[in-house]
């Protein structure tokens, strides 16, 4: 496939495993320069030395985006490895009750938070921290990673499901905010 991404800068958040993993992957073929950001060090830099195998440039950041000293250190790590970002994929997340299926009434108001936090806000960080550089550019691609239950909750992880829902909410809204600034945005 080609994306035409040669020389593009790309920041994956929570690109340590997963779905992020295989996003920062695929873009490094496409010829992106990466950048893979995680919690766990170790986990990061293997995925970047994997990029680097095949040829392709990878850097790495590490910070939890839930706070906002960690993310302005891996707003500072990106910056400084690449310059600034053209593709930005908000992947960092997941479920706050420690990856179980917590029903609608276990769910803690702290688990709640903590789901909006990883899920939400911290997308918010990494727009606010980039934005402003693809604006002057003229170009940029915002990708935010959702779910189904977004839009289909279940019983269970019901913060979760909230959390994705508003981030769709606020793609919509972001991608009205830079109609015309050559920025798209989609979830």
Partial sequence: MALELEGKRALVTGS??????????????????????????????QVAAAIRETGAEAHVAIGDLARDDQADDVGNA??????????????????????????????????????????????????????????????????QISSLVSHRPAVVIPDYAAAKAALNNMTVSLSRTLADTGITVNA
């Fill in 16 to 45: 340590s495993s997963g779905i992020g993993e295989a996003i920062a992957k695929r873009l490094a073929r496409e010829s992106a320069r990466i950048v893979v950001h995680g919690r766990n060090a170790q986990r990061a830099e």
């Fill in 78 to 143: 990106v910056e400084a490895a690449l310059g600034g970002v053209d593709i930005l994929v908000n992947n960092a997340g997941g479920e706050s009750s420690g990856g179980g299926r917590a029903p609608w009434l276990d769910a803690t108001p702290a688990e709640w938070v903590a789901a909006y936090e990883g899920n939400v806000v911290s997308a918010v960080r990494m727009i606010r921290r980039f934005v402003p550089g693809m604006k002057a550019a003229g170009w940029g691609r915002i990708i």
